[in-house]
Nanobody
Framework: QVQLVETGGGLVQAGDSLRLSCTPSDRQLNYHAMSWFRQSPGKEREFVASIIVVPKKITYGAFVKGRFTISRDDARTTLYLQMDNLKAEDTAVYYC?????????????????WGQGTQVTVSS
C-alpha cells in the first residue's frame, strides 16, 4: 500500500506563507495525478489543486485565486503546495492525494492514495 507523507503545516498569522510537501513511499509508481485537498471541521473535503503528470496539466480550486501554487519535483516525486497571503478561512487539514489512472481531478473518490493530513491554522 502506497503511503503519502505530508509535512509543512503549522500555525501562522494572516498574510504569512507556508509550503506543504508530500512524498510517496513508492517513488517508482507511475502516478497519473497528484493533488491537494483540504477539510475544515463540519465541511466536506475541498479540492485545492492538482497536477496531471503526463501530459502536464495544473488545475486549481476556484477559491485559490493566485494565492497558492502547486508544483512537483519529478525526480523525487515530491509534491508541493506553496501558500501565500494566507487567510483565516484557509485553516484546515490539508491532504495529499494520488491516483494511477485518469479521473476527475476535483473528485476525492477518484484518488487511490491519501496522506494522513497536515494541520494548517491561520490566526487573524
Amino acid at each position: 500500500q502506497v503511503q503519502l507523507v505530508e509535512t509543512g503545516g503549522g500555525l501562522v498569522q494572516a498574510g504569512d506563507s507556508l509550503r506543504l510537501s508530500c512524498t510517496p513511499s513508492d517513488r517508482q509508481l507511475n502516478y497519473h495525478a497528484m493533488s491537494w485537498f483540504r477539510q475544515s471541521p463540519g465541511k466536506e473535503r475541498e479540492f485545492v489543486a492538482s497536477i496531471i503528470v503526463v501530459p502536464k496539466k495544473i488545475t486549481y480550486g476556484a477559491f485559490v485565486k493566485g494565492r497558492f501554487t502547486i508544483s512537483r519535483d519529478d525526480a523525487r516525486t515530491t509534491l508541493y503546495l506553496q501558500m501565500d497571503n494566507l487567510k483565516a478561512e484557509d485553516t484546515a487539514v490539508y491532504y495529499c492525494a494520488a491516483r494511477v489512472s485518469p479521473g476527475a481531478s476535483s473528485a476525492p473518490a477518484s484518488y487511490d492514495y491519501w496522506g494522513q493530513g497536515t494541520q494548517v491554522t491561520v490566526s487573524s
